[in-house]
């Protein structure tokens, strides 16, 4: 039997045991890219269409979003005044509107105090990317889709620790 990287050795049966002196290299890259996106954003205001869609939302400074986050919807943590939310947060196009691109996020089981807040800054962790942007053919489709996308954040944030009781915990 040859050496590890001759003929009939043990490299021949383990093609990439030559890849073990930096496997913690490629866990660190791993762990990094499991880590949670958190950002500032300042709050500006939006059109409305959320509220009249029955989902209302705070909008976002597109300045302020990350250039590593892709388009698309997302499960994430807004913290406002020391409280958390869970929220769904939209990033990109609206195409079944033909409008600019926006970052918004609606609170989930907010209800009205929504209008009660006044912010200016909010904190955003985001959790879990649930699906990219799409068309829909009318604003009904949108709306069964969105109702569904809440139900999908409220299923991933209640598996990552909800925080249903809206207080901020210090890690």
């Not at 388009?71 to 079944?96: K, M, N, Q, S």
């Not at 649930?130 to 999908?152: G, N, T």
């Amino acid at each position: 039997m040859e050496g590890i990287g001759g003929t009939g050795g043990i490299g021949s049966h383990f093609p990439y045991i030559h890849y073990i002196p930096y496997l913690p290299y490629f866990i660190a890259i791993l762990n990094t890219l499991n880590q949670h996106l958190s950002f500032s954003a300042h709050t500006v205001p939006g059109s409305g269409r959320g509220k009249t869609l029955g989902v209302p939302t705070i909008n976002l400074d597109l300045a302020d979003v990350p250039t590593a986050m892709e388009e698309g919807i997302y499960a994430c943590r807004v913290t406002i005044e020391d409280r958390i939310y869970p929220a769904a947060l939209h990033y990109g196009p609206r195409p079944v509107f033909g409008d600019t691109p926006s970052c918004e996020v609606h609170l989930i089981d907010a209800g009205a105090g929504l209008a009660e807040l006044t912010m200016t800054q909010v904190e955003i962790e985001i959790i879990e990317r649930v699906r990219p942007v799409q068309d829909f053919d009318s604003p009904h489709a949108l709306i069964e889709q969105m109702l569904r996308d809440i139900a999908a954040c409220r299923a991933i944030l209640a598996t990552h620790g909800n925080h249903s009781d809206h207080q901020k915990t210090d890690s």
